[in-house]
């Protein structure tokens, strides 16, 4: 079918809201998707690292002349070496604190000391054993409340990148291991809690947990002296860019971020990670380097941040939450990556999504001696909602109040003021909660399994959460001579889907297949801005930008046709477009757009800000368990999660995105955990950290959403990448409670915790292993 | 260290000779002597399957098995799947039902589920989903797997009934 001008048949929503097959299925299922960790490049060398054994303590010395000796090793590497080629070393999102080789000091175990390069990675691997080191120990701190007040500090002062202006005071920070508080202020939580009928106060802890993502890290450099190229497993690489040309000096042009697809993300491959490495590696080698985590590495990159949460909330008489005050603790690990952020933009929304009129909330980004903390699938959302439906059930109990009842009383409806002050637009918070208990069956008798020791329960969670904002995407719609549309973005297509949503939208402007639409490989020469694929930003912030383009696209053309003396409404075929204007098949048509939210700043000490963010990303969970009470296992039966997604561009990639952030939270909750030992992770392999498996899968696992159209969202539409994962802790351990009435305040929930709990609860605790 | 053995490694029907240390890994071998990329690594220590591939008749963890010990057998990968242009049932089904993400995890899935689905076309889900569970995926959630497996099945099953009528 020939791209024409303007189609009688031109159907609105012919192509947003059709589950397309990804488009790049076909390359997926033949083996051949490009994925950085499978790429080579003629020349290429490689290197590995040899890290620290200790949490913290100044490095003595470093022995590398038995590797160096190694046939077939090129170079070994340490920062002394590093700084011969980058002077400044130090690299991170927020605060420049992160060596690319550790400098004087290690901040935790696996920290990288060395590299070495090699011809063979299985060389360098071997190397790498040969390497020793001495250190001074120094005394660490591992816990986020104890790095509050404790006298270790994990770094001398503290280094704010200069792009934030909210971080400007802490420059040069000493003896302290908060890189950020964030406080919201609203009414008088004192007063109003000191008045309150009821109050009640917990404190709840979440895990150490990681991504995992089955491609791991991966990182090509190939520096030359005019300019470098990066191929990269990367969801930001406009950042990757930016923070590379600011190690080195250049402009922005010089360097160029290669991104084919990715093995996926999560938040793991987020700003910058191997990529100062490699640069520094690639500048010494002056041959193409390749660093390749394997999946043991991952323990010691990024991982989600463990939290330790205390919530107090007064209740009046009928049951309404009259204040609120939450004290977050969030622990960063030793180098903040993006944790400041995560702090701040989860921090605003953790009194929950309710209608409070005061509210209190401390938010603290700390340094601990562990593998930093960063995203993780939700930006810190989900160990607050662990918290806050967590407590939210526990006061309904104790009030004797129904849980849907009560949750009801206090909802943020539309139309209210969020505590940050914002008034909530597209907040359908009780249509989520009510397609939940639907599917629940909730009104319905609910069958508790009599008297033997299977006890089963229910239970179900809401929760919401603010975009990051404001960012920046940019978009260009290319249509060739012969009428083929080109989209070049620079979302990272991770998974997710958003190539296949994007070009959706690229089709519904132009009124063509979406199939026939071709998504570039993500290239920084090439494809314009984009400030990441993260938070489930990018359908809606991209997706704007890519309407934009196409319109602007539609719109030349059109001015196009008027130029060559075509009628008004005219449905020439593009291609007969360009020939009449250009007597060949020659010549483009370039739409562009760009799209930056409007955008209010929190005000400092209170955060209240009438716009903190252009959208709500609103879910629930219910599920249904059988708790064994003699072993503490927990069979979950029923597990369902709904989010509002504004508009399905793509249904099937929609239910996905939920089932798959849904089963991995589920993981989280019930078994997932590092385990850490005097700073060491002593479970850093697949074998030992499980993640979820088929046999995980709860009886029925259901994957829903409502469609509350956006008003200010590209199609209606808004993202959906993390929506899921928020309530699937809360609603399981809702639903153990409602089981056999024990409360669990810390992830995960596996058998041990749970039959300790039930132990506890009979007057007959187990001892401590 | 670096003794290196002679071998001919038959993939997809195709002799590739090759010369390699003997402790590389069949997977090593397949994805940097013969240049078969499709077939992936994650965790290099048997857990995940990203790596299977079916060598002599069984589907194997190719991280597991140095590449001397597949000598002699017919190795299959991902990228024999297809016949020229036309699509695996299996490799149009987990397309059609969205049965991969970021798709890491795929080319092992699709040899794990051709090696189960050729040797038993008749399998029951139960028994399907217990062999699909040696393998994991972080990203989907398996139910579009287990949806797009048992499609293909049916597929597979009307194709044989019609080549047999
Ligand atoms: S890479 Fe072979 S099983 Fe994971
Ligand atoms: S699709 Fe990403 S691991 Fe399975």
New binding site residues.
Partial sequence: MAATLNPSDAKVGSQVGRSVPRLEGRDKVTGRAEYTHVMRLPGMVYAKLFRSTVAHGKIKSIDTSAAKKVPGVLHVVTVDDVMKVLKSPYYGPAFHDQPILAHEKVRFVGEPVAAVIATDPHIAEQAVQLITAEYEEMPAVFDEVEALTSDVFVHEQLKPAHTFADLKHLKDAKNTNVALSYNLRRGDFDKAFAAAEHQFEHEFKTQKVLHLS?EPFACICDFKDTHVTFYDSSQGPSFVRTEIARLLGWPENKVRIKVPYL??GYGSKLYIKLEALALALAMIARKPVKVAHTFEEMFYQITRHPSTFRIKSGVDKNGKIVARKCEVYWNGGAYADIGPRVTQKSGLTAAGPYDIDNVWIDSHALYTNVTPSGALRGFGVPQLVWAYEGHTDMMARALKMDPVEFRRKNLAIEGRAHATGQILQDHPIEKVMDKVLERMEWSKPFDRGGNSHIKRGRGFAIANKAVISPTTSVAIVNVSADGSATLYCGTVDM?QGSDTAMAQMVAEVLNIPTEDVRVTPRDTDVTPYDMGTLGSRSLFHMGHAVRRAAEDARDKLKALAKEVGEPEGSNIPIAELFQKRYGMQAGNVIGSGIYKPDYTSPAPGTGQSPNVTPFWMLAGSGAEVEVDTETGHVKITKLITVVDCGKAINPKSVETQISGAALMHLGFTMFEKMHIDGGQVTNASLADYKIPGFHDLPTKLESLYVEHDQSNGPFGAKGVGEVATFCVGPALANAIDDACGVRIMEMPLNAETVYRALRAKMGKPLEDA | MSNKIDLTLNINGQDHAVSVEPRKTLVDAIREDCALTGTHIGCEHGVCGACTVIVGGEAVRSCLMFAVQAQGKPIRTVEGLASGKTLHPLQRSFMAHHG???????PGFLMLAVNTLEKNPAIGDEELLDVLSSNL????GYQNIILAVKAAREDMRTKEEAVAG
């Fill in positions: 089955f093995g996926s998974g | 991969l993400q970021c798709g890491f995890c795929t995926c972080r990203c989907t």
